[in-house]
Every structure is written in C-alpha cells, then in structure tokens.
C-alpha cells in the first residue's frame, strides 16, 4: 500500500526558513498536499502541487516536487513563531476512492 | 476559503451509549466526504469515505456496525459511535471534498468515554 514518511521533529530560529520533507512511495500520486495542524484542531489546507508541476510557490510557501525520488518539500520563508504546529504532508493515489493518504507529521516548533 | 464545521467539537459520554457528530460543508456542496480518526500524537487514519445517497465505504478493520455514517445531503454527514468505549476515545476529523481534488477539514471532535 501507500506509504508515506516524514521526520518527526524540526527546530528553527524565527526568521529562518524551515524545510520540511516527505517522501511517499506510489508513483501514480496525482495530487499532493500540505496540511498545518494547531494543537487541538483540525487540518488547515496550506498548499497543493499537481504531480505534472515541479513547483509551486504562494507568498511564503514552496513546494518542491522530485518525481523521480519521489520527494516532496514544503520551504517556509521567515518562519514565524505562528508557523509552531504539525505539518502534514498528504498524498492521492491514482487509483482508489480519491481519499489521503498522511505522512507521520513534523512537528514544527520555532525558537524565538 | 471552503469551510467545513463539525459539531459537537467535544463531547464526554458514558461507556454503552452513542455518541453522533455531524460534519457540515458550509459554503458548497460535497458528494464526498471522509471521516478519519487521530490518537495522540499520531496521524490521521481514515475510517470511512462517505457518499451523499449511498453507504459508506469503510476501511479495512473499522466495524461499520460501531461507526454508522450517515451522508443525509450534500452539506451533511453523520458519524455515530454506538456502544461507546473507553478504546474509542479518539479525536474524529472529517474532510470534504470540494473541486479541484481539494479536501477541506472540519476542527475535529474529541470524544471522551468514561
């Protein structure tokens, strides 16, 4: 089945930019997601690629896409102690009921 | 942004009685949408895709006569946690599917049996 990783924990300084990664193993992945999770909450839609694109970026946000490895990355500009929560990265397969698939989360905590 | 509300967004029961939550999209239209359930900690595992009209399809090792789902209209569905236990305890978020593959996430209820 799918199959999809992510470190569990990073740490950044206010002001620098975090890079969060997932790798996944289903090559027919069509759509792929970055979900923000606050404590206590549901899942905040942040940002999606297509699987044909390589990029994408919206305002402070990046998502890199490598198809060949199958790595997905989520680049977060001037991180904000507001940016603290878990980081979700998500998959749809090509073939199924069109549900996700979540990576493990990162959890996010910015040092002031 | 698409919104998707859930109520109750916390809710305490006894063990034996059930417990429902409704899941709810507020400015459009779902014929899809899907209940997961997340331990602490943890990610989100999903229960059940849920389809306006139709039964819900449930995932391998949830007990579709415990978690009953309900897709009434294209803004509502329905999960029931009958027969509650101290073991289902667990935070249920449900997502709606909206254009454009997109899923939107209600805020999640947390159920306490006790």
């Known amino acids: 089945g799918e199959d999809v990783e992510q470190s569990l924990f990073l740490s950044v300084r206010e002001g620098d930019s975090s890079v969060i990664n997932c790798t996944y193993t289903?090559?027919?992945?069509?759509?792929l997601y970055w979900y923000k999770q606050e404590p206590g909450a549901g899942l905040q839609l942040l940002t999606y690629?297509?699987?044909?694109?390589d990029m994408k970026q919206d305002q402070r946000l990046t998502v890199l896409l490598n198809k060949k490895d199958k790595h997905l990355s989520l680049r977060i500009a001037d991180t904000q102690t507001g940016d603290s929560a878990i980081y979700f990265c998500?998959?749809?397969?090509?073939?199924?009921?069109?549900?996700?698939?979540f990576g493990t989360g990162t959890r996010l905590t910015v040092i002031p | 942004g698409a919104v998707v509300s859930q109520h109750p967004s916390w809710v305490i029961c006894k063990s034996g009685t059930s417990v429902k939550i409704e899941c709810r999209s507020l400015?459009?239209?779902?014929?899809?949408m899907f209940w997961y359930r997340q331990f602490p900690k943890q990610s989100l595992m999903l229960m059940a895709t849920?389809?306006?009209?139709?039964?819900?399809?449930?995932e391998q090792g949830v007990e579709k006569d415990k978690f009953l789902i309900n897709h009434a209209s294209l803004t509502l569905s329905t999960l029931t946690v009958t027969s509650a236990h101290p073991e289902d305890s667990s935070f249920y978020i449900c997502?709606?599917?909206?254009?454009?593959?997109?899923?939107?996430f209600g805020p999640g209820t947390r159920l306490t049996v006790t």
């Open positions: 997502s709606a599917r909206g254009g454009a593959n997109e899923q939107y």
């Open positions: 998500a998959e749809i397969p090509a073939t199924g009921a069109n549900n996700l698939f």
């Open positions: 849920s389809n306006e009209g139709s039964k819900a399809t449930y």
């Open positions: 289903d090559s027919s992945s069509t759509y």
């Open positions: 690629i297509f699987s044909n694109m």
């Open positions: 400015d459009f239209q779902a014929t899809t």
